[in-house]
């Protein structure tokens, strides 16, 4: 994996360096004083704008994604999914190693970032990877009109469920929650009618986004969807590039919120 310093320059150049694990870590660094909770989002499409294939990311990922896509997770206090991505994309626990914990104690984190999981109607499988693949509990977003009996047999399988709305979760209230349970640095994995309600209401700090050396056309969606149109001047942090093709962006709020 390459930093290109300037967009024009293509790898190879004798400007390109290849990145460690600590030139990453420093390149996605979250700002160090926060006032306010920071919410990342981190997607992959294709290069025709494909946020799937055959209803899973998975396909779409390159090594330079994995790498980086732990990095971020590394970085979080929180992974913040909506409820469709994490049944589509079988979602368990965050995964990690003895290192990475204990580079995440040392920095002051908790060594696991913990799952929240967005689902108004409490829509979790209770036997599902993320209650029973998982070294910390998962954490529910979720109404209050939702089935009491869904919100029950998801604490019993070891879920937080936080009843944060009536019959919606709003963006306010998932970031108000989170803030206030101290998970500051939120990275948001999707999926696209998450992202599209959090940049609907104007609350994207940042986008990463991998575009995949591949065309696939078909029907699939776009990696952002919400039933209006919310333009958001953004300023490209850096990009980066590997030998097999693949992009790498990371993009920030052209003005604070």
Not at 29 to 40: G, T, V
Not at 96 to 114: F, H, I, K, M, S
Not at 119 to 142: E, F, K, N, Q, Y
Not at 172 to 190: F, M, N, S, V
Request: charged share 20%.
């Amino acid at each position: 994996m390459q930093h290109i310093h300037n967009a024009t320059q293509v790898t190879g150049s004798n400007t390109t360096t290849t990145l460690g694990l600590d030139e990453l870590r420093d390149l996605y660094a979250y700002p160090e004083e926060l006032a306010a909770p920071w919410l990342r989002v981190n997607f992959i499409s294709t290069i025709d704008g494909a946020a799937h294939l055959d209803g899973s990311s998975t396909g779409l990922g390159t090594p330079s994604d994995k790498q980086v896509f732990g990095v971020l997770r590394e970085l979080a206090d929180v992974i913040l999914v909506g409820a469709g991505t994490a049944r589509a994309e079988d979602y368990g626990g965050a995964r990690t190693n003895e290192a990475r914990r204990e580079w995440r104690l040392d920095r002051g984190l908790a060594a696991v970032p913990p799952v929240a999981i967005v689902s108004a109607g409490a829509h979790i499988d209770p036997t599902s990877r993320l209650l029973t693949d998982t070294s910390v509990a998962p954490i529910i977003l979720t109404c209050s009109d939702a089935p009491a009996e869904r919100k029950a047999q998801l604490t019993a399988a070891g879920a937080e469920v936080l009843e944060i709305g009536t019959d919606q979760v709003s963006t306010e209230a998932i970031l108000t929650t989170l803030e206030g349970l101290g998970l500051d640095r939120i990275l948001c994995e999707g999926g696209p009618s998450l992202f599209g309600q959090l940049v609907a209401d104007d609350a994207v700090d940042e986008l990463c986004i991998t575009t995949s050396p591949l065309l696939v056309s078909g029907t699939t969606g776009r990696i952002a969807v919400s039933p209006q149109t919310v333009r958001t001047p953004m300023a490209r942090a850096h990009l980066l590039t590997d030998d097999d093709g693949t992009v790498l962006t990371r993009w920030v709020r052209a003005r604070p919120r």
